[in-house]
């Protein structure tokens, strides 16, 4: 099961990755630079991918719940230690949560609004970003609990 969550949690952290080479542009604005121009830049990127790439773009979310489904089975089946079975489910179940009930609908909506961008969508902007930053965290440690002690 080890090899199979660790699958999955590249994958995430590749994912991720992506996500927020196009989220640094508001986490991190270069001096001088637009804002309205990164919000615009980012908004194209999460059109791309939440929208334009089906059925593509379902292909992260069934490896967000595959994973988990790995998860739970170790904890089931007592292939590791409980503590790291435990441990590895919190670490997946946040970034799952977060990204179903806020990031992903967020950033859906930024995609949409792409043509007609506001001051406001730069807050959403950040929040993916964070959202984002977040998530990276949590599945590093995922991968690094899975990997050191599974």
Known sequence: ??????????????????????????????????????????????????????????????????????????LIGGDVHPWVAWASLVLVVGPVAVAARRTVPNAVGLGADVDRLTPDHEAVARSIGRDHAFCLASITALLVVQLAWG
Not at 11 to 17: D, I, R, T
């Open 1 to 74: 099961m080890r090899a199979y969550v660790c699958a999955g949690a590249g994958f995430l952290l590749a994912v991720l990755w992506f996500d927020l080479m196009h989220d640094v542009q508001v986490l991190r604005p270069r001096a001088g630079a637009d804002p309205a121009d990164a919000v615009r830049s980012i908004a194209r990127y999460y059109r791309r991918v939440t929208t334009d790439a089906r059925p593509m773009n379902r292909l992260v979310a069934l490896v967000m719940v595959v994973t988990l489904a790995f998860v739970i089975a170790e």
